[in-house]
Structures are given as C-alpha cells and as structure tokens.
C-alpha cells in the first residue's frame, strides 16, 4: 500500500463547477500537506500549503486537512479551462522529504 | 516562472552512459532537492542538499549521485544508464531546510535507448 493515495482521474467538470479533489494517506507523522498543480510538460507550481488539521483559503482555492481521517482536499471553486491540469497532493513530517501522490488530472470543458 | 532553472531541457542517451543534469535554485535559497517523475511510479524524492551538504536521501540509486556546489548550484550524475531511467528529473529549492515549500524548475526530460 502506498503512503498517500490519489485517485488518478480522469475528471471532467463543466466551466463554473466546484471541483473536489482528495488524497489519503497512512503515515500519522506527516504535519505539512501541500497541493500542487502541474501542466503538461511543465514542473510542479505550489498552489497551497497548510500545517496540521484544518482549513486555508486563497482566492478560488480551499485546502481542508482531517488528519484524524488521514485525508486531504483541494477544492476549485467557479473553475476555469485553465484550470485544466494535473492535481498533486504532497506530504512531508520531518526529514525533509516530500511524499507525492501520483497525480489527478482534471480537465475543465466549455 | 519558479526562479529555479535546468539544464538541459532534453537528452536522448545510450543505455550505459553518463549524464549531468544541472539545476540552479531560486535567488537566496539555500536547499536544492532533486525528484524523479516517471508514469508508473509518480514523482520520487531522491536527494536534497542544505548549502553544500547532503542533508536528506530518498529512493535515489547507487547509480545516482549529486553534489552542490559554493555558488549553490547542483549537479545530479547518472552513470551507467538503464532503459527504466527514462524520466523527467525535477530539482526543486527552498529557502531553509525544511521542505514544505519548495519551488520547482521546469525538468530535464531524459530519454534513454
């Protein structure tokens, strides 16, 4: 069993749909929780990053950590063609190490 | 634009051969962390350096090595090159040693035949 969980997708939302993606994890020790978007053929853009349980909202975009579910989310609110990419959770507690979700790809159509 | 740059954008390779990525960090940031991205096992840590030093290993092979120089530049060598190292290598910088956020460049995509 991998230590963080990501359903592949594909997902297919229509302009202006609230998007919700997730991720869940194993490892207890981890504290930081980030989300990163990437586009094809480019390097991973941090969107959010949150510390321990709770939530963080930045413009359009709200993270919600549950660390006694062991389980993170990303929501896109009034999404946008551009938001069109592929969506990667990251979890690091200590040593330094970021631990990678393997990637969900949205796609948001007309 | 992340301020982290890498060179070269592409390579197509040999299987035995050595290869030199090169990435330079965001202006001031001290750490440099190198990640391997491949469509079967996602994006893997390998190692980071903290200002010169090896500071934190992840699955990187013994095939694979890196180093950071004065000027905080990082070289990551891979020797003896496998078909299964066709990847794209990320290197990614923060500011400190903690790795919560870090910035990525835009990847060396390698093709090994």
């Known amino acids: 069993q991998k230590e963080v969980e990501q359903d592949p997708g594909p997902l297919s939302v229509p302009e202006g749909a609230i998007v919700s993606l997730n991720c869940t994890y194993s490892n207890s020790a981890f504290q930081y929780f980030m989300w990163y978007r990437q586009y094809s053929r480019k390097g991973p853009e941090l969107l959010m990053y949150t510390y321990s349980s709770g939530n963080k909202e930045d413009g359009r975009f709200t993270a919600q950590v549950d660390k006694s579910s062991k389980y993170i989310s990303l929501f896109i609110r009034d999404s946008q063609p551009s938001d069109s990419a592929t969506y990667l959770c990251a979890m690091e507690g200590g040593g330094n190490k970021l631990t990678f979700g393997t990637g969900t790809q949205l796609k948001v159509e007309l | 634009d992340s301020g982290v740059t890498q060179t070269p954008k592409h390579l197509i390779t040999a299987t035995g051969q050595r290869v030199t990525l090169r990435c330079s960090p965001r202006s001031g940031d001290l750490s440099v962390y190198w990640y391997q991205q491949s469509l079967d096992q996602g994006l893997q840590f390998l190692i980071q350096y903290y200002n010169g030093e090896e500071r934190a290993k992840g699955n990187i092979l013994e095939r694979f090595s890196a180093q950071q120089f004065p000027d905080l530049h990082s070289e990551l060598n891979l020797s003896s090159l496998e078909l299964g190292d066709s990847a794209l290598y990320f290197c990614?910088?923060?500011?400190?040693?903690?790795?919560?956020?870090?910035?990525f460049g835009p990847g060396t995509r390698l093709l090994v035949l």
């Open positions: 990614a910088s923060s500011a400190g040693t903690n790795g919560e956020t870090q910035y």
